[in-house]
């Protein structure tokens, strides 16, 4: 019963922290922060791509979600990937 209760704290705890990481890192709502790693990503992105940031790629997603927050799909994804990390680290500790 232990683990079930850690694998729902952990996926609950990265729901949460999902937004504050994404902004800690430079992808705000305001935009990607100057100076900021994301600024970095963004910048490696578009000399790799030829100038600009390709829809899809990773920068382009996660600035999305910086901007607007996580969608449901990638609130539940996120979730998962939580709650599936904390059951396989209660499994093996």
Same mark, same amino acid.
């Given at each position: 019963?232990? +683990? &079930? /209760?850690?694998?729902?704290?952990? @996926? =609950?705890?990265? !729901?949460?922290? $999902?937004?504050?990481?994404?902004?800690? %890192?430079?992808?705000?709502?305001? #935009? *990607? $922060?100057?100076?900021? &790693?994301?600024?970095?990503?963004? +910048?490696?992105?578009? *000399?790799?791509? =030829?100038?600009?940031?390709? @829809? #899809? +790629?990773?920068?382009?997603?996660?600035?999305? @979600? #910086?901007?607007? #927050?996580?969608?449901?799909?990638?609130? @539940?994804? !996120?979730?998962?990937?939580?709650?599936? !990390?904390?059951? /396989? /680290?209660? %499994? /093996? *500790?």
């Amino acid at each position: 019963m232990g +683990s &079930y /209760l850690f694998a729902a704290c952990a @996926a =609950g705890g990265a !729901v949460i922290s $999902a937004p504050l990481v994404l902004g800690a %890192v430079g992808f705000t709502s305001a #935009g *990607i $922060a100057a100076g900021s &790693y994301a600024a970095t990503m963004m +910048s490696s992105a578009a *000399i790799a791509n =030829g100038g600009g940031v390709a @829809a #899809g +790629s990773a920068v382009a997603v996660l600035q999305s @979600a #910086g901007m607007a #927050g996580l969608s449901t799909t990638a609130t @539940a994804a !996120v979730a998962s990937a939580g709650g599936s !990390v904390a059951g /396989l /680290l209660a %499994v /093996l *500790i």
